[in-house]
């Protein structure tokens, strides 16, 4: 696909975040300009309005992860950002952009090393996508997978300490965002919102 020649400066929570949207991004013919952000959910909504504002003049895609902060994306999104500009387009991840990379299962259970069957079918209905990431892990086939991706025992830590680096990895070389949209509203959603954005006047 031919590239767009139009930016779209973005704001994330994090890497695997910001990994995700080039790919997503890359699958929409275009790249995007200046990432920031990703210093975490608190410091991104903190200076949402910021980015709003400067909407006004540019194309900006903020992408949060709806976590435990509301049954659904929609009254998030309002409540936050009740007056978005016309070249915002703020997206949610349901719960977690984690459950948009396990909705490529095939492509997922090929690179971490799991069995197909054991990755859930529809992964926006789950609580903590990301603790399902790291179970998944202790399962897999793969000695390093199992070793670097949980986290060690009595660290106190959620991940291991290369949760990042082979979730980057995947999201960037193997992950099919148009596969994953047909088991993620989320993405599908955002999916169409970029291209909205991309084809949009300046």
């Not at 990703?38 to 504002?53: D, E, I, M």
């Not at 994306?73 to 387009?89: G, S």
């Not at 926006?124 to 996508?129: F, G, K, R, S, Y």
Request: hydrophobic residues 40%.
């Amino acid at each position: 696909m031919a590239e767009s020649g139009i930016l779209v400066n973005c704001v994330v929570e994090g890497i695997v975040d910001e990994v995700v949207l080039r790919r997503l991004f890359a699958s929409a013919g275009a790249k995007t300009g200046s990432v920031y952000g990703k210093n975490g959910k608190p410091h991104l909504l903190q200076k949402l309005r910021g980015y709003n504002q400067a909407a006004q003049h540019g194309r900006w895609l903020v992408l949060v992860d709806l976590n435990g902060d509301a049954d659904c994306a929609p009254p998030f999104r309002v409540r936050h950002l009740p007056d978005p500009a016309r070249h915002m387009c703020f997206r949610v991840a349901v719960r977690a952009v984690e459950a948009w990379l396990l909705a490529d299962m095939e492509e997922f259970a090929a690179f971490f090393g799991v069995a197909g069957s054991t990755i859930p079918q529809r992964p926006e209905q789950l609580e903590n996508p990301k603790e399902t990431v790291v179970q998944l892990a202790r399962k897999s086939r793969r000695k390093d997978v199992r070793e670097h991706l949980p986290p060690r025992l009595g660290s106190g830590r959620k991940v291991g300490p290369l949760y990042t680096s082979y979730l980057s990895e995947f999201a960037a070389q193997h992950w099919r965002p148009g596969m994953a949209a047909r088991r993620s509203d989320s993405l599908r959603r955002c999916r169409q919102r970029l291209s909205e954005l991309l084809g949009s006047p300046p």
